[in-house]
């Protein structure tokens, strides 16, 4: 039986210009299927994967749930005696499948190319500091105003007992940026989900599952296995990258919350006790699991910036945008955040307010570009595992087959 291959030349073009560059040293020995605690006899990974990129078979590699599951612990291309790194390779599809299944189009494809950097920092910038002069805000409080209130006046002040002003402001800002994220990210899974489907021959289910026994047998187990790192125990080259990987994931879950925390005092509880909009207390548990969290948030990718610098000197990791631009912002937001505290509390108003001003700009740029940066590997990579849970199950596969 003959197979019709139809490369897609700017597929590799891409790829190997996103990190890939390697891709055509691999001669398919196998040495990195060998290595990689993905594989299996059955499922070749990543060599497949490679031959398929070398022929450019775009949709196969797109929708490949093993391209997402890989979370590029640098064995295959530690051993490979060709130099191919696989896992470079593996990363510069990923980024390309970000921005394949992203929408809108034109914001994936920014989001892309480190040649973007001006409008990428400038779209969040200019959107804040317009905001921020339209809102009146756009002047200095005296000390004694800063002691106080700390950046509760930064978008000017207002008596109107309801919403603080500058809560207001800020959920104007925030939240339809991460509406927007959420909705790009639920496209671009429901995307990749289907092509998987196809890729892997899994067809209608037997029966359907519902929301709730989907969350409860196949992606609850997921997140559960990404918390717990249990893949990431597996590595043998690059172990050290757990211990700057774990403690950011867990920083960012202990922001989410005190996040939570924060938007509900302010924008429910605040309306009924005005005195809830004012600067929580040093010593209140949650304005201490924000400082610890914090802290660990810039220990961890400092560990990570660390990691890759070394990597990349020692020729071991192709140096991309793709895996830059994330490490940037994460550092962005966790130093401007706790600098912007620091200058509060010794009260020097003029750099605070300056801080804080980056550190809003810093923290819209994680979001705006969440679906289409390396960030939205803890989406797609999520439900990835959902799905090799799910395609192996009772609703799939008929168990008395």
Request: overall charge positive.
């Amino acid at each position: 039986m003959s197979m019709n291959v139809q490369p897609d030349l700017d597929f590799i073009k891409d790829v190997k210009s996103a990190g890939g560059d390697t891709l055509k040293k691999c001669y398919q020995c196998a040495t990195c299927s060998v290595v990689c605690p993905l594989s299996t006899d059955a499922n070749p990974f990543p060599r497949r994967e490679m031959i398929f990129a070398q022929w450019g078979l775009k949709e196969k590699l797109v929708g490949d749930p093993n391209v997402m599951l890989c979370h590029q612990c640098g064995d295959c291309s530690t051993y490979c005696p060709r130099g191919a790194k696989p896992g470079d390779v593996l990363g510069a599809i990923r980024a390309y499948a970000y921005k394949y299944f992203g929408w809108p189009k034109g914001l994936a494809n920014l989001a892309s190319s480190g040649k973007n950097m001006p409008l990428l920092i400038g779209i969040p910038a200019v959107i804040i500091l317009v905001v921020w002069i339209i809102s009146g805000g756009l002047h200095l409080p005296s000390s004694e105003d800063f002691a106080r209130y700390g950046y509760g006046h930064f978008f000017g002040h207002w008596d109107f007992n309801l919403l603080a002003k500058n809560v207001f402001y800020i959920d104007l800002i925030i939240l339809p940026t991460v509406a927007l994220a959420l909705y790009a990210s639920y496209r671009g899974v429901s995307a990749m989900w289907k092509m998987m489907a196809e890729n892997t021959g899994v067809g209608q289910p037997l029966y359907r599952p519902s929301a709730s026994q989907f969350i409860k047998e196949f992606l609850w187990p997921a997140i559960v296995e990404i918390v717990q790192h249990t893949r990431f125990k597996e590595c043998k080259t690059n172990a050290d990258r757990l211990k700057g990987h774990l403690p950011l994931l867990l920083s960012f879950l202990a922001l989410f919350f005190v996040t939570v925390y924060s938007a509900f005092t302010q924008d429910v509880i605040g309306i009924f006790v005005p005195s809830m909009h004012g600067p929580i207390s040093m010593w209140n548990p949650v304005k201490i699991l924000a400082n610890v969290a914090a802290i660990a948030l810039i220990v961890g990718v400092g560990i990570l910036w660390s990691n890759r610098a070394r990597k990349e000197a020692e020729g071991k990791a192709t140096p991309t945008f793709y895996d830059w631009f994330l490490i940037w912002m994460i550092m962005g937001v966790g130093v401007t955040g706790l600098a912007a505290e620091l200058f509060r509390l010794i009260g020097v108003v003029s750099v605070g307010y300056i801080l804080y001003y980056l550190h809003l700009v810093s923290v819209m740029m994680l979001f705006l570009y969440m679906p289409y940066t390396k960030f939205a590997h803890l989406v797609y990579r999520t439900f990835a595992m959902a799905f090799e849970r799910y395609r192996e199950s009772a609703y799939v596969k008929n168990p008395l087959v």
